[in-house]
């Protein structure tokens, strides 16, 4: 992945903890979100995602939060691994038109677990 | 495997050089998806097929830039000569039909000396 980390926030955590990464997204219209994790020289790979009608929606260990009304995303990590290391990527999708099929990225949380 | 493939993993080309890239989706989704991410951004939208259409293509997509799925299955995504600024990975996503969860391949790492 693309984890430089000269301007990506950063999270840094202990084995066990729970973690929350934040993304503020731009687009009112959007209506699905949705979760990456990226590893070093990886593509993205899907966590969770959740639709405009919901504000919650849980996984296995992780759970996603929508606020609409300040378009606010948070991905929450019960009891954060170190394989949970890696960059975080929220993206967003608008209802229709020219944004269908259009994922827009968020700019990327690091994310650090330490044993 | 079953996830998306792509291919080659890695290229390093010389500029000017014109540069082909494969990605092979997920069996049965009929949607495929190119992205660009460079060093500490995260992935660009550059175009989709729905089957074999080409459906959306983003500005980023100058005329160097093609990308074809003549069977509705594999695709290609070829960049003619090459410049240093499309140093880059390659990302490839598939989708199945009235699903919106994009599926991304490893990528194909671009260097362009």
């Known amino acids: 992945g693309e984890n430089v980390g000269l301007h990506l926030p950063t999270l840094s955590v202990q084995e066990g903890d729970n973690s929350i990464i934040n993304c503020a997204y731009s687009n009112s219209a959007s209506d699905y979100f949705i979760w990456y994790k990226q590893e070093s020289g990886k593509g993205p790979q899907f966590i969770i995602d959740i639709r405009s009608n919901m504000d919650k929606r849980q996984g296995q260990r992780v759970t996603v939060l929508l606020n609409k009304t300040v378009k606010h995303l948070s991905l929450q990590i019960a009891a954060t691994q170190p394989g949970d290391s890696a960059v975080y990527f929220c993206a967003e999708e608008g209802a229709g038109g020219t944004s269908y099929g259009k994922l827009t990225f968020g700019q990327g949380t690091i994310l650090t677990v330490h044993p | 495997d079953t996830g998306v493939s792509q291919d080659p993993r890695h290229k390093i080309t010389k500029r000017g050089q014109n540069v082909t890239f494969r990605c092979d989706p997920i069996?049965?989704?009929?949607?495929l998806y190119w992205y660009r991410q460079t060093l500490g951004q995260g992935p660009e939208f550059l175009t989709y097929?729905?089957?074999?259409?080409?459906?959306?293509k983003s500005r980023l997509l100058s005329d160097r830039f093609s990308a074809e799925r003549p069977k509705g299955s594999f695709s290609t995504l070829e960049i003619q000569r090459t410049e240093q600024g499309d140093s880059a990975m390659y990302l490839c996503a598939s989708s199945l039909a009235g699903s919106r969860t994009q599926f991304f391949g490893p990528g194909t790492r671009l260097t362009v000396l």
């Open positions: 097929f729905q089957n074999e259409a080409q459906l959306e």
């Open positions: 069996s049965e989704h009929n949607r």
